[in-house]
């Protein structure tokens, strides 16, 4: 199999590279309509949120402008504070209305393949390009979860980790809103078992 033919030109170059000599069992973008709808509910939560942010800021500054207008030192002090206050959380609004569409383009732009030795993506980024990677040999468990058109989303569970609080986390790799997820299921786990006969034979 070869890579799509939808596929952009820059996202290509970077498989080939990442994945050289690996024949291609399987390759697919995901949906970046289905990623967008996905994040949806945080831009509408962003929108009151970033409504009331703005408000504030406005009566902040009206307020600033007041009591700076009075002479008085400590009041502007005052305002001036209450102003600064308020832009962090209209920064936060700011980013929680793009988060929609910075995740469909960064959808949009990855690319997962399942070769005949490993399962693994592909994404263009700003700064260039980030390769993810999980073994046949670490994975412990899959968990499928498919839609009517056959679509769905792929979890590969490969370990447990702990986080900065020390409680156990676990490790694993999602390929999301991906087509075909059956096929790619079936496909992961032929790796996995030809990984553990390789091994039991060594």
Same mark, same amino acid.
């Given at each position: 199999?070869?890579?799509?033919?939808?596929?952009?030109?820059?996202?290509?170059?970077?498989?080939?590279?990442? &994945?050289?000599?690996?024949?291609?069992?399987?390759?697919?973008?995901?949906?970046?309509?289905?990623? &967008?709808?996905?994040?949806?509910?945080?831009?509408?939560?962003?929108?009151?949120?970033?409504? &009331?942010?703005?408000?504030?800021?406005?009566?902040?500054?009206?307020?600033?402008?007041?009591?700076?207008?009075?002479?008085?030192?400590?009041?502007?002090?005052?305002?001036?504070?209450?102003?600064?206050?308020?832009?962090?959380?209209?920064?936060?609004?700011?980013?929680?209305?793009?988060?929609?569409?910075?995740?469909?383009?960064?959808?949009?732009?990855?690319?997962?393949?399942?070769?005949?030795?490993?399962?693994?993506?592909?994404?263009?980024?700003?700064?260039?390009?980030?390769?993810?990677?999980?073994?046949?040999?670490?994975?412990?468990?899959?968990?499928?979860?498919?839609?009517?058109?056959?679509?769905?989303?792929?979890?590969?569970?490969?370990?447990?980790?702990?986080?900065?609080?020390?409680?156990?986390?676990?490790?694993?790799?999602?390929?999301?809103?991906?087509?075909?997820?059956?096929?790619?299921?079936?496909?992961?786990?032929?790796?996995?078992?030809?990984?553990?006969?390789?091994?039991?034979?060594?």
């Amino acid at each position: 199999m070869t890579l799509p033919s939808d596929l952009p030109a820059d996202l290509a170059r970077a498989a080939a590279g990442a &994945f050289p000599g690996e024949p291609i069992r399987w390759a697919g973008r995901p949906s970046s309509r289905a990623a &967008f709808w996905r994040a949806l509910p945080i831009w509408l939560f962003a929108i009151p949120w970033t409504a &009331f942010a703005l408000f504030w800021e406005a009566m902040a500054i009206g307020g600033a402008l007041g009591l700076a207008g009075r002479g008085s030192e400590a009041s502007s002090t005052f305002g001036l504070v209450f102003t600064l206050f308020g832009l962090p959380f209209i920064a936060v609004g700011i980013v929680l209305m793009g988060l929609p569409f910075w995740t469909a383009r960064r959808t949009a732009r990855t690319l997962w393949l399942v070769t005949t030795r490993r399962v693994g993506s592909v994404t263009l980024t700003a700064s260039g390009v980030t390769i993810r990677t999980v073994w046949p040999h670490d994975l412990l468990a899959m968990e499928c979860r498919e839609r009517r058109d056959g679509s769905g989303t792929l979890k590969l569970i490969f370990g447990e980790g702990r986080d900065s609080d020390g409680d156990k986390v676990e490790r694993s790799e999602t390929l999301g809103h991906i087509p075909e997820v059956r096929r790619v299921e079936a496909l992961v786990r032929q790796l996995a078992d030809d990984a553990k006969a390789a091994a039991a034979a060594t």
